[in-house]
């Protein structure tokens, strides 16, 4: 689920880039998040596993949509390094075990590792569907983790 910036809905042709960027922008509202959290809650329902896109940095409306989560990926670009630490302290307060840590590169070699977090580089992430072998070993990983 990809409430604020429809990546599914981009790549389906459903809205433009320029739409998608506008809603990236918007400020998220404390209503619109807790629409999103019980949206997570429902599909969790009814999913083994629910994949959530929270709004970027720490905020009130992250904190409204953390609280229904079991678990976090961490997913930065490159330039964002440095707030890895931060968002798992956050992660770490809301009670929620960090299980994987990702880095976007735009071009590169992906490299992806496991011992009691998953972590790695992601790279060429275009908004196009895509199955690397960093990906797929990424999603047994993940699975792994999850218990599924």
């Known amino acids: 689920m990809d409430p604020w910036s429809p990546t599914l809905a981009l790549i389906r042709g459903e809205i433009t880039e320029d739409q998608r960027k506008a809603m990236k ?8 998040a807790e629409e999103a959290a019980e949206r997570f809650e429902k599909s969790s329902r009814k999913h083994s596993v629910v994949l959530g896109d929270a709004p970027g940095g720490i905020s009130d409306q992250s904190r409204i949509i953390a609280k229904k989560a079991t678990h976090a990926i961490i997913l930065c670009r490159e330039d964002r390094k ?6 798992r ?5 809301m009670g929620l075990r960090t299980i994987a840590v990702m880095i976007s590169k735009e071009h590169g070699e992906e490299e992806i ?17 895509r199955i690397s072998p960093a990906m797929r070993l990424l999603a047994t990983l993940l699975r792994s983790k999850l218990g599924i």
């Open 113 to 129: 590792r496991s011992n009691d977090l998953v972590e790695g580089i992601l790279a060429n992430l275009d908004r196009k569907p």
């Open 25 to 32: 922008k918007k400020k998220i509202t404390r209503e619109e």
């Open 89 to 93: 302290t956050f992660f770490e307060k």
């Open 82 to 87: 440095d707030a890895v630490d931060e968002l």
